[in-house]
């Protein structure tokens, strides 16, 4: 009976065994080797801030900077129900899968707060991936686009501005999750589970499709799909060449030459544009070659009026 029970916990280990979180750690600190080789041989001031912090941890962060506050104590829970674990956000439940425990549900938003600063809240010294600033913002009665949703913080954040969000994930993993999360909302949020694309089929929509721009007045874009940011720009030019209020936050680290190529796209149609501030270290790219930095994301906006202070 001990023998049979030695060989279950065996198992049970090899099953609870990460090998892809593995296999990510070991390269993560390669990749900090590399980064400091570069840089040993070569002096560029420009990452100067970064280098030094990365030195003081001893291994590469994907967003290499100081953090300055936390989020204290986070009110979570298990839907009775659903069973799905969920945190609460400004007094709004934000649910995730039914596989992941209260922890790591909890670490993620924790993450998605201090971590990556998506939200803003000055957490850390820079947030190269915070999508709205006190210029580039959800303005009230928006209709909002967020490509490339996951948990869908940000959608749910904007929710009381917005006029329609549209939430678009192909995952499946988020499908349940996302509905729970917007099950309150469901006037006016549309869950769309699949990649935006050119062409509609089972697994893809175009723009077009999802939505009636007709009547649309203002629109802000949150855009986040994975190093497909550059084709669903050219797709909808026309879209994004129209005379109404938009504002677009892309993610330009995903690809080495997207932030210049994004920045000379938006000021083509007439917008503004500005990069969020600091630099990120991309390490799932692995093709990420050096200077290694690059920037997070491109705010661009073509407005008319004004956002309020963020």
């Given at each position: ?14 099953l609870k ?13 390669l ?26 941890q001893g291994?590469?962060?994907?967003f ?12 979570s ?10 945190v ?41 991936h ?20 996951a ?16 939430v ?30 050119n ?48 504002t ?37 790219d692995?093709?990420l ?15 008319k009026?004004?956002?309020?202070t963020?």
């Amino acid at each position: 009976m001990t023998q049979f029970l030695s060989v279950k916990t065996l198992f049970r280990n090899i099953l609870k065994y990460d090998l892809r979180a593995e296999l990510y750690a070991i390269n993560k600190d390669l990749l900090y080797l590399k980064i400091v080789s570069y840089f040993s041989n070569n002096t560029v001031k420009q990452f100067e801030e970064e280098l030094n912090f990365l030195i003081s941890q001893g291994k590469p962060y994907d967003f290499p900077y100081r953090q300055l506050k936390t989020l204290g104590s986070i009110v979570s829970g298990i839907d009775l129900l659903t069973r799905l674990p969920f945190v609460v956000h400004n007094t709004k439940k934000l649910f995730f899968p039914k596989s992941w425990d209260l922890q790591k549900s909890i670490s993620t938003y924790r993450n998605l707060i201090e971590g990556e600063n998506i939200l803003g809240g000055n957490f850390s010294e820079k947030a190269p991936h915070q999508y709205q600033t006190s210029k580039y913002c959800v303005k009230k009665d928006d209709v909002v686009l967020e490509l490339g949703a996951a948990e869908g913080l940000f959608s749910l954040d904007v929710i009381d501005l917005a006029s329609q969000v549209y939430v678009f994930e192909p995952s499946k993993k988020w499908s349940k999750a996302l509905r729970m999360t917007f099950k309150p909302y469901s006037s006016k949020v549309k869950l769309i589970q699949k990649y935006v694309s050119n062409r509609d089929t089972s697994t893809e929509i175009k723009l077009s499709t999802s939505i009636d721009f007709t009547n649309v007045k203002s629109l802000f874009v949150k855009m986040d799909i994975e190093g497909f940011e550059k084709s669903v720009l050219e797709d909808n030019r026309e879209l994004f060449s129209k005379n109404i209020d938009i504002t677009v936050s892309c993610c330009t680290y995903h690809r080495d030459t997207d932030a210049d190529d994004f920045k000379r796209y938006f000021e083509s149609l007439g917008y503004e544009t500005e990069f969020s501030d600091g630099y990120v270290i991309f390490s799932t790219d692995p093709d990420l070659k050096p200077p290694y930095f690059r920037k997070g994301l491109i705010r661009a906006r073509k407005q008319k009026s004004k956002c309020t202070t963020i």
